[in-house]
C-alpha cells in the first residue's frame, strides 16, 4: 500500500510545536488565515483554535461536546469547529491531553481574529475573550472581493499597523520591522514549498491526494513563519518527487482525477480516501489545501503584502473570481470532475447555496456533484448515500471518458 514516509516526520513536528506551549512565554490565539507572522514577530508562540476544531473532528469527539455549546444558546447549525472547541472547552477536554499530554488547551495572553474567512470567528473568539479576561483584536477586511484594490490594501494593511501597540503590550517587545521582514520571508518560503507540493499531484500518479493533504497541511496552518515548516516541506517534497520519478502514488492506473471543493469532512478522511482509491479515482487537487498557499508575501513590504495575501484568499472572493480560480485549477490538473462539499454548518466554505456547481458545469462542460455532509458534525453526513453517490458520479466520469 502507498504511503508518504515522511507521515512520521509530520508526526514529530507537530507533537513539537504543541510541546512549545508548555514553556510558552507569550501566547496569542489567531484565526487559521489571520496574522500569524505579525504575532510571531513579536515572539509569541502562536494558537489556532481552528486546528482544535478539526482535531476534534478527525478524533470523532465532537459530537461529543457539541451539545454543550449548543445548552448554552448556540445554534446547532453553525460552525461546528466552534461548537465542538467551545463545548470541548466547557467539558475541560482536548485531544491535546491524550494526544501530546498537555493539561489542555495554551492559555492566551492575546486573542486576534481576522474576518476574512467568515464573521464566525468573531463570536467564537469573543466567547474565549470573556472567558480568559484576555485582550482581543479582530481585523474586518471588505470582503467577498473581485480583485484586491490598493485602497483596500492600505485598509487591511492600516488595521494590522493598529495592532502592534496592544501586541507591544501583551508581548513586552518593542516591534522589530526587521523581525517582521523574516518572519514573513520564512512564510513565504514555506508557502511556496507548500504550494510546490501540491503540485505534485498534477503528476500521474499523483503522490499526494487530498485526503494527504489535509494532514500534510498541519504545519502550514500552525508553523508558517517558522525555519521549522520549511523544512519540513523540502523534506516531503523531496519525498514526492521521488515518488513521481519511480512513478509511485496511491492511485496506480487513474480512471478519473477529481478536484474537492469546500471543507473537508474530517471524521471520515480515511474512509472517503478508500473509497476514492477502490474506485481508481485521484482527487488531486482542492481549493482548501490551496488556501494556505499566499503568493503576495513580500518582506520588502510585509505590512501591505500580508494585507493582500490574507485579503485576496478564495474564500473572500466573489462568485466571478472563485470560479476564474477553480477553472484555473481544473486546467492545471486535468480534472475530469469537481465534488463541491455543502458542509451544513459552513456556509462560508460551501459554494453549493448559490447555484454555482450547475453554473460553472454548463459553462465549462466538466460533470459535478453536490454532496452533503459537514466539517465536524457527523450528524449532517449520511455515509450510505454519500457513498452511493460519489461511485455513481465515478462511474459517470469513467463511461464519458469512454465515449471520447
Ligand atoms: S470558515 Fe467555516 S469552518 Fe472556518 S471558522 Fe468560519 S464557519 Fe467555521
Redesign the pocket.
Known sequence: MYEIQTTRLLRKVMKDYFAGFRQADKVAWCTSVGPAELLRSFGFEVYFP?NHGALLGATRQAGEYIPATVNLGYSGDI?S??TSDIGAFLHQKSPLQTHYGLEGIPQPDLIVYNTN??R??QDWFNYYAKAFNCPIIGIFPPRHVEEVTDSEVADVSAQFQAMVPLCEATSGRKFDIDKFREVLRLSKEATYLWKEVLATAKNTPAPLNFFDGTVHMGPIVVLRGTQKAKDYYNALLEELRENVRNGAGAVRQEHSRIFWDG?PICGKLRTLADLFIENHSAVVASTYCNSWVFDAFDEKDPFASSAKAYTEIF?NRSEDAKVRMLRQMVDAFRIDGVIFHDAKT?F??SNTRFGLPLRFQQEFDIPVLVIEGD?CDLRFYSEGQTTTKIETFLEQLESLKSVH
Open positions: 481552528e460552525c469547529y466552534l474567512q467568515c464566525e470567528v471543507m474564500i459552513c462560508n466554505n466539517l
